[in-house]
């Protein structure tokens, strides 16, 4: 018989909830502006029910107060409104991930919310263009101020300052700067006042919003799901810009494809960008690394697409954007909606064959299954499914690469997945667990006549976070004594910070033996649903 003895339990003080608050710098419905539909899709990642209460402007009390069922979705939509920023809060510290879907004229974009603990000071495009010969009607960037005192903010493009601008607590500022292009792109707070920045561009009929990278978020290596400038395809063009933000030069080289063929290697010099791009090409995942980036050197990369006449830019993801579990908060592959195509693109950047579960809405079932190689990606459609949220798992923790990318009428727009970082609930230190034999004993008469010893073991987690899903996967030993305890053995969830839990197993010990070593391994998963290993 197994023994087990849970760890034992202690009580703490509740702790008022944490609320979690979701940006965006604007909302335009105006008919008059082309602005043909405007949606807020806020998903609830929880397992229970959550509240969201979403906020207009400066207006203390919220326009939408919301209670959504567990991984379901809402949507809110206001007719003929314009201004900014809009706020979503879950007073109750629910995690949801938030996108706003814009259809201006016949062009589609959708992006995603900025959640509160993500703000910085600083943030940074690759690239600014307003030209009316490159097809540009419009290109604002959006500065809200999200602290509690007045911004002085700085924005630079290249090495000169276009501008400075005192920004009140809560406001905001939409500066745009004709006849300009150019990068990189630098919005600063030099009093340290946390913003959220993006970048809204009309090119040709089309719209697109992006936002701005976090100045802490900065790397030497940036990854994107694919590459595609097949011309054939309604691709006119498909540059990889690199920005350079140092006084020094930066070497970086792109590589493009599963076998990471290097495309290049590019020198920029201080405080400018290059725009490589690679004509009739399609292939992915895409790497790009700086070769020379020492101490804190970092680059900057985006990928700016044209499609037949719609615009598209999409961040770069450095590695630690990478991660087992991304979100999306919707999906639509319908005719009637006039979707022509939708794929999720997921790329494995970890060790070993990445088995993926994608989950839509309230299904506990998931939607679908794949096994991607080391170093591969896969591209699915689901014609006809409409719904959300939208979760993308590595069953086994490899981190993934995973971005949706649709054509809506004839335009495109491509959105990453977001990562727990991203919508508020940022991955917890791993789980620890020790192994440590407590007793040796024959149980009973019957036992030491069949030779079975009996040896009591405790699993402990000296990690800080909670081994889930905790369980005995092999038991071995030497000189010919086998284990008469069938595996896998659940131990159930082992606490962090010291918790444990005590199982018994049982050796068939051949006459004449005087000791033996055991080996035992331990799975468990933390609270993202990574698998972690021991033993």
């Given amino acids: 018989m197994v023994v087990l003895f849970l760890a034992p339990a202690f009580s703490a003080q509740a702790q008022a909830p944490v609320p979690k608050v979701y940006y965006f710098n604007w909302y335009d419905s105006k008919p008059q ?49 314009i201004g900014g ?39 940074h ?77 009309i090119c040709n009929d089309g719209f697109n919003e992006v936002m701005g990278m976090p100045d802490r ?55 400018q960008s290059v725009t490589p791009y690679y004509p009739d090409l399609v292939d992915g995942p895409v790497r790009v690394v700086c070769k020379n980036c020492t101490g804190s050197d970092k680059i900057m990369v985006s990928q700016r697409i044209l499609y037949k006449d719609a615009f598209e830019e999409v961040q770069g993801t450095p590695p630690a954007g ?16 006039s979707m022509n195509g939708n794929w999720l693109l997921v790329a494995n950047q970890g060790v070993g064959t990445a088995t993926v579960d994608v989950f839509l809405g309230t299904s506990p079932t998931p939607l679908d299954t794949y096994s991607i190689p080391e170093g591969g990606r896969v591209t699915r459609q689901y014609p006809g499914v409409m719904g ?33 970082q991203d919508v508020g609930s940022p991955v917890a230190p791993d789980p620890d667990l020790s192994l440590y034999r407590l007793n040796v004993y024959w149980a009973s008469m019957a036992d030491y006549q069949a030779n079975l010893l009996s040896v009591d073991m405790r699993v402990a987690n000296n990690g800080l976070s909670d081994g889930l899903n905790t369980s005995v996967t092999s038991i071995t030993a030497t000189a010919g004594v086998t284990s008469a305890t069938p595996v896998p053995l659940s131990l159930g969830n082992v606490a962090g910070g010291g918790g444990y839990a005590n199982f018994t197993v049982k050796y068939n010990v051949p006459a004449g033996v005087k000791a033996f070593n055991t080996a035992i391994q331990s799975q468990c998963q933390d609270g993202g649903g990574n698998w972690h290993y021991f033993g």
């Fill in 217 to 271: 978020e900065l790397d030497t290596v940036y990854f994107f799901t694919w590459y595609d400038m097949k011309k054939a395809w309604g691709m006119k063009g498909n540059w990889i810009l690199i920005a350079n933000g140092t006084g020094k030069t930066l070497e970086a080289e792109v590589f493009i494809g599963a076998g990471a063929s290097s495309r290049g290697t590019y020198s920029i010099g201080p405080y």
């Fill in 322 to 337: 990478l991660s087992a579990e991304q979100y999306f908060g919707w999906y639509d592959l319908t005719a009637q909606n």
């Fill in 388 to 420: 959300g949220p939208v979760r993308v798992v590595s069953r086994d923790g490899q981190p993934l690469m995973v971005s949706q990318r649709v054509i809506f009428k004839e335009s495109f727009n491509e959105l990453l997945g977001l990562t727990r």
């Fill in 85 to 123: 920023p809009v706020k979503v809060v879950s007073p109750g510290g629910d995690t949801l991930v938030v996108t706003q879907r814009v259809v201006y004229k016949n062009s589609f974009n959708e992006v995603g919310a900025v959640e509160e603990s993500s703000l910085d000071d600083t943030y």
């Fill in 125 to 201: 495009f690759t690239w600014y263009d307003s030209k009316p010969q490159n097809g540009m009607k419009g290109n604002w960037i959006l500065v809200t101020n999200a602290d509690q005192q007045e911004a002085q903010v700085e924005i630079y493009i290249g090495a000169q300052k276009m501008g400075s601008y005192s920004v009140p607590a809560g406001g905001q500022i939409t500066p745009s700067f004709r006849n300009t292009i150019g990068g990189p792109v630098k919005v600063t707070s030099t009093n340290g006042q946390r913003l959220v920045v993006s970048q809204r561009v």
């Fill in 33 to 81: 502006n082309g602005m043909n539909g405007n949606w807020i899709v806020i998903g609830n990642l929880e397992d229970h029910q959550a509240t969201a209460a979403v906020y207009f402007g400066n207006e203390s009390t919220p326009r939408e107060t919301l209670t959504i069922d567990a991984k379901d979705r809402a949507l809110v939509t206001w007719p003929n409104t």
